[in-house]
Every structure is written in structure tokens, then in C-alpha cells.
């Protein structure tokens, strides 16, 4: 099993940043992605970024240029740094980890950010 725990959320005026955590402890597998989703109630939830054991990393369009996504593998930690944040990024983030090739996956429970204008 694997618990993974998001944090870093919060309240934040346009234009300013933000940097989330996401904490993951348990049977850590050494091949791992990992990633970071947000979800708007109502709505589908929506890839921000990811991140492979070997540092790869993708972006969605609509946050290329203003996040960063970054791991430590030895903390088994990873970070989204938010920048230039806009309200339409106000969504709840969750955290996830998968085994590539595999049926394997956890989620966090998600951390709120909120952006206002």
C-alpha cells in the first residue's frame, strides 16, 4: 500500500505563487510516475503535469511556463511550483503515482487552491 499526502494549498491573489507537496510512504516502488491532476466540482478532472522515476516530465498547455514539476526521489516527495497563478487554476489538486505498464495506482485526497481575482 501507499499513502500519498498533498499540501502547500491554499488561498493566493492572482499573480502570485504557490508551491504544493505531496508526501508519498508505504511500499514505494523503485519504477514509479507520478502526477499531479485538479479537479473543479462539476467538471472532469484535468492533467497538470507529470513526472517519470527519471525525472520526464509533461505539462498541459494551460499551465506550461508558469508550473514546475519536480520530485525528490529520496524524500519521496513531489513538489508543483505555481507561478503567475491565475483564478481559473482554482481546482482542487490531488497527487497520484503509477506503476507504468501496470494497474497499479494511488491518489491523494487533494488540497484546495483557491486563486482569486
Known amino acids: 500500500q501507499v499513502r500519498l499526502v498533498e499540501s502547500g494549498g491554499g488561498l493566493v491573489r492572482a499573480g502570485g505563487s504557490l508551491r504544493l507537496s505531496c508526501a508519498a510512504s508505504g511500499t514505494i516502488f523503485s519504477i514509479n510516475a507520478m502526477g499531479w491532476y485538479r479537479q473543479v466540482p462539476g467538471t472532469a478532472r484535468e492533467l497538470v503535469a507529470t513526472?517519470?522515476?527519471?525525472?520526464?516530465?509533461t505539462y498541459a498547455d494551460s499551465v506550461k511556463g508558469r508550473f514546475t514539476i519536480s520530485r525528490d526521489n529520496a524524500k519521496n516527495t513531489m513538489y508543483l511550483q505555481m507561478n503567475s497563478l491565475k483564478p481559473e487554476d482554482t481546482a482542487v489538486y490531488s497527487c497520484?503515482?503509477?506503476?507504468?505498464?501496470?494497474?497499479?495506482?494511488?491518489w491523494g485526497q487533494g488540497t484546495q487552491v483557491t486563486v482569486s481575482s
Open positions: 497520484k503515482i503509477w506503476r507504468p505498464l501496470s494497474s497499479i495506482v494511488y
Open positions: 513526472i517519470t522515476s527519471d525525472s520526464t516530465t
